[in-house]
């Protein structure tokens, strides 16, 4: 079965740091591309960044540039996201999502979406 564990939320303060993970199995990893999304309260769900597992390639959306970094371990199966200087309006659900053949940020293009992780920034 396809799998998508997304970890690492939790609550902290304004210009704090977490790292969320993204845990995979069930399809061949080299052959997605792993995204990051955010949904807060009342909003659309937005891809912020992703990495293209075969070659390292990332884009971010400029919301995140310079703060975030996403990344991949290829012997784990898993794709980090370091969130640093969080503020107050990246609070949000945090879903990963696996796309085949295609790199990019669009929640409808995503094969497989892991359950989210509740991130909260205090200010």
């Known amino acids: 079965d396809v799998q998508l564990q997304a970890s690492g939320g939790g609550l902290v303060q304004a210009g704090g740091s977490l790292r969320l993970s993204c845990a995979a199995s069930g399809f061949t990893f080299d052959d997605y591309a792993i995204a990051w999304f955010h949904q807060a309260p009342g909003k659309e769900r937005e891809g912020f960044a992703v990495?293209?597992?075969?070659?390292?390639?990332?884009i971010y959306a400029d919301s995140v540039k310079g703060r975030f970094t996403i990344s991949s371990d290829r012997s784990k199966n898993t794709v980090y996201l370091q969130m640093n200087s969080l503020k107050p309006e990246d609070t949000a659900v945090y879903y990963c999502g696996a796309s085949s053949g295609v790199v990019h940020l669009a929640p409808g293009g995503v094969d497989y979406w892991g359950k989210g992780t509740l991130v909260t920034v205090s200010s």
């Open positions: 990495i293209n597992n075969s070659d390292g390639r990332t």
